[in-house]
C-alpha cells in the first residue's frame, strides 16, 4: 500500500513524498507513534501464538486443549486491536511495554540549565 | 486511536480534524479506500479464526485446526507485511464487512474441569508428609554429595 510520513502544519500536513498520492485523493492520517504501538502489538500477538506452536509436539496432541485456549486468548487481543483502530477512545496498547522498542522513542532530551547554581554548604 | 480524514490539495493534505494532530508530531497517511480493504481483509481473517473455535460442546480441538489457525495467522502476516509495501496493489473486487455475532467471540476460561479436579484434591500437608519431603531432600543430597566424592576420588587417583 502507498504510504508516507509527514508532519501536520495547522489545517495542512506535509508529506515526506506527495507524489505517490493523486490530487484530489481521500487519505486516512494517523499519528506514527499510535500506529507503531497497534503494529507492535498486532506482532506481538503473531509472535506469541507461532512459538506456542514451535513449543507444542505434534505427537502430543492432547496437549493443544491447554494451549487453545491461550491462543484464543491472544486472537482476542488482536481482534480488540483492529477494532480500536477506528474508535475514539485513547489506545489501550500505551499499556504495553516491550524490551526491544522496534522505533527509537522521540522524546526530547533535557537540555541542562544555562544558569550556573551555587550550592550552598 | 485518533485519526483523521483529508484530501489531497495541492500536494498538501487538508485533514478534517486537524485539532488532533500536535505541531510537533510524525504522521502517517494512508489512501482511506486502500486502508479500509486492508482493515476489512484482516477483520475476515480474525473471524476466520473465530470460526476455527466454534465447534461443538462435545467436539475438542484437534491438531487440524490448529493447522488451521497457523495458516489463517500466516495470511494476517503477510497482510501485515504488505501494508508496507508500496507495490502492492489493493484488490477492490470486494469488501468484507464483519456480521460474526458477538456470542461467538466470547472468551472461554482456560481453567478446565480437568484443573478443577486437580485443585480439589490438594492434599493436606500433615507432619508425616512434611518429614517425607524433607528426607526426599537430604537423599538427593546425599547422592549428589556421594558423585562428587567419587568424582575427587578419580581425580586424585589420576594425579
Known amino acids: 500500500m502507498r504510504v508516507s510520513e509527514g508532519e501536520p502544519r495547522g489545517r495542512f500536513a506535509e508529506l515526506y513524498n506527495p507524489g505517490i498520492f493523486q490530487e484530489h485523493e481521500e487519505v486516512i492520517v494517523f499519528t506514527r507513534q499510535e500506529f507503531n504501538q497497534i503494529y507492535t502489538s498486532i506482532q506481538e500477538q503473531i509472535n506469541y501464538i507461532n512459538k506456542a506452536d514451535l513449543h507444542l509436539d505434534r505427537s502430543e496432541d492432547w496437549k493443544l486443549i491447554g494451549y ?14 483492529m477494532d480500536s483502530i ?21 522524546e526530547k532530551k533535557a537540555t541542562a540549565s544555562k544558569n550556573t547554581v551555587s550550592v550552598k554548604l | 486511536m485518533r485519526y483523521s480524514y483529508g484530501i489531497m490539495d495541492r500536494r498538501k493534505i487538508l485533514l478534517y480534524n486537524p485539532q488532533l494532530f500536535l505541531k510537533g508530531c510524525d504522521i502517517l497517511a494512508f489512501p482511506s479506500k486502500d486502508f479500509h480493504k486492508w482493515h476489512s481483509d484482516i477483520k475476515e481473517y480474525i473471524d476466520g479464526l473465530y470460526q476455527i473455535n466454534t465447534r461443538e460442546e462435545t467436539e475438542q480441538i484437534n491438531i487440524v485446526d490448529l493447522n488451521l489457525a497457523l495458516g489463517v495467522l500466516g495470511n494476517i502476516t503477510e497482510e501485515l507485511e504488505n501494508l508496507f509495501d508500496s507495490g502492492k496493489r489493493s484488490d477492490f473486487s470486494y469488501q468484507y464487512i464483519s456480521t460474526l455475532e458477538e456470542k461467538y467471540k466470547k472468551q472461554k476460561s482456560s481453567y478446565t474441569s480437568d484443573m ?3 485443585d480439589m484434591r490438594v492434599p493436606v500437608i500433615t507432619p508425616a508428609l512434611k518429614y517425607q519431603n524433607l528426607m526426599e531432600v537430604v537423599r538427593f543430597a546425599e547422592r549428589e554429595f556421594e558423585r562428587a566424592m567419587r568424582e575427587r576420588w578419580v581425580e586424585i587417583i589420576l594425579i
Request: hydrophobic share 30%; proline share 5%; with cysteine.
Open chain 1, 68 to 81: 487453545w485456549p491461550k491462543i484464543m486468548e491472544k486472537v482476542h487481543i488482536l481482534d480488540a486491536n
Open chain 2, 116 to 118: 478443577r479436579r486437580c
Open chain 1, 86 to 106: 477506528f474508535k475514539k477512545e485513547p489506545l489501550q496498547t500505551y499499556l504495553d511495554a516491550y524490551l526491544y522498542e522496534s522505533t527509537g522513542n522521540h
